[in-house]
């Protein structure tokens, strides 16, 4: 399968004999592939991408409430009984928008989804891959750690950074003004909503995982904490932005396929679509695309950054 030059080679091949009203050649060459995973899986394939890399700072390369019409568009006509095999790549977004999606994904496949990492789904899209029955990834694969975020702020750090507030001024009272400042920062609130959203988001995937990639296992709650507790922990993972390896997430008990042992040379084919996908988002506006195995495709733009 061609690597990402071999793709590159047969973009500029095709865009020589491009024509204005026929399909994009950044169009036809995702596509094809996309076909090709479908065709050697025997199963629907939906690659949800988001151009974060390429357009860092762009609102729209978040998970959003948006998200869910492109899922109806592509979901609209597969044949749902051959389950779903789903490709994220991702930084995350919107916790409410996450736990809708998953909602919506699972009316229409139930548990059958299978989630493939060809190179990072971090933060909620790690959510939507632990709502998965397993979890595709490879030596170039990462997850990242599920904490919630407050406009870039960890809501296990605010929380940590209030514990040792009240643990040092009782050490030491003349801390007190040093302790104000910092605090004085949040909204009288923002402390009991990161509270909130850390309880929501550990519930949140402690079910999915629960109903669906530890189903039927015996202890599947207390696993599932595990799993959770492992990605949460802002002890323990340090930052947001940690990239969590295959065999690091699969050490915390989630259920994960090693790509390059997958049959029918579907590793290659993964990662084929994934350098189509990165091709397009380097020579385009789009920022982010949902598009499936028929060619039926949303695709966000965004011309300007911030927006």
């Known amino acids: 399968m061609p690597n990402w030059g071999d793709v590159l080679a047969e973009l500029q091949e095709l865009q020589k004999t491009f024509q204005p009203g026929n399909p994009h050649p950044l169009d036809l060459v995702r596509r094809k592939y996309l076909k ?16 974060f890399l390429q357009r860092p700072g762009v609102r729209t390369c978040q998970i959003d409430d948006n998200d869910k019409n492109a899922f ?5 006509k597969l044949d749902r009984s051959k389950g779903l095999d789903l490709i994220l790549h991702t930084p995350g977004g919107d916790l409410a928008a996450t736990e809708s999606l998953v909602d919506y994904i699972r009316a229409m496949f139930k548990t059958d989804v299978v989630a493939y990492i060809p190179q990072i789904a971090m933060s909620a899209g790690t959510m939507i891959a632990c709502s998965c029955k397993e979890i595709v990834m490879g030596d170039h694969s990462n997850l990242g750690p599920i904490d919630p975020q407050f406009n870039g702020i960890p809501a296990h750090g605010v929380i940590e950074e209030f514990k040792s507030a009240i643990k040092a001024v009782k050490k030491d009272p003349a ?11 949040y909204h009288p609130t923002f402390i009991g909503e990161c509270q909130k959203s850390i309880r929501w988001s550990e519930q949140m ?3 999915w995982l629960e109903t669906g990639m530890l189903h039927g296992q015996p202890g599947a709650r207390k696993k599932a904490a595990k799993i959770v507790k492992g990605l949460s922990d802002h002890k323990t993972t340090k930052s947001h932005a940690r990239h969590m390896t295959m065999r690091q997430v699969a050490d915390l008990g989630l259920v994960i396929k090693d790509l390059k042992l997958s049959p029918n040379n579907l590793q290659d084919t993964v990662l084929t679509v994934h350098h189509a996908f990165m091709h397009t988002f380097a020579n385009s506006v789009a920022a982010k695309i949902v598009e499936n195995q028929n060619g039926v495709a949303v695709i966000l733009n965004s011309k300007v950054t911030g927006n």
């Open 72 to 76: 109806m568009a592509t979901i609209h």
């Open 175 to 185: 801390s007190l003004p040093l302790w104000q400042t910092i605090i004085s920062r």
């Open 205 to 207: 995937v402690t079910d």
């Open 36 to 51: 090709m995973m479908s065709d050697a899986t025997g199963r629907n394939v939906i690659a949800y991408y988001s151009g």
